[in-house]
């Protein structure tokens, strides 16, 4: 019997020592674009969402980062702050934003897409669809115009947030972990 129990041991910590290397985090960070071609991160900048060119540097499992997500089920909320990730169902014009609370009747569907295989840190990909709504099923992109400023001189390009049926473009969480 002792025997048996020594060797269920030894087997059961063999088989963990050569399983993921990483702690998840219960965070996720979302991304334009494929991991190959990622494009920017969403995150929340002083209570609006926005696209930066580079994610956090910073990554600790202490300290959550204004581009990490926590994504419980059909929601999706920003890992500082109060903020989830939300639309209109209603609105026919298809905007995401920020918002304290989610919208009544607003929920995400995430889309299982394949796992690349690599020994990246994020794992889990998926696309943001609405859940309900004219534009449920569609997929969650931004859409970039040129604008002149309020000042008339100068053009510059404004991005925000849009569920559009089948962009070129669209945004992917994956869940992320910390390796020691």
Not at 79 to 100: C, E, H, I, N, Q
Not at 124 to 139: D, E, T
Request: charged share 30%; glycine share 10%; net charge positive.
């Amino acid at each position: 019997m002792c025997r048996r129990l020594l060797l269920l041991l030894v087997v059961c910590l063999a088989a963990g020592s050569v399983g993921v290397a990483g702690t998840p985090l219960g965070r996720s960070i979302i991304t334009l674009g494929s991991e190959a071609h990622c494009l920017g991160f969403v995150a929340v900048q002083g209570g609006q969402l926005v696209l930066n060119r580079e994610g956090s540097r910073d990554r600790s499992p202490d300290k959550p980062q204004a581009d990490e997500w926590h994504i419980a089920g059909t929601e999706i909320k920003c890992a500082v702050g109060r903020w989830y990730l939300t639309y209109d169902p209603s609105d026919k014009r298809g905007r995401v934003f920020v918002a304290r609370k989610p919208r009544d009747g607003a929920w995400w569907d995430i889309e299982k897409l394949p796992e690349t295989g690599s020994l990246d840190e994020r794992e889990y990909p998926g696309l943001l669809r609405p859940g309900s709504g004219p534009r449920k099923g569609w997929y969650l992109t931004v859409e970039e115009r040129r604008e002149k400023a309020r000042d008339g001189k100068e053009a510059r390009t404004m991005r925000r947030f849009v569920l559009a049926r089948n962009p070129a473009r669209k945004v992917q969480c994956s869940r992320y972990y910390f390796h020691k």
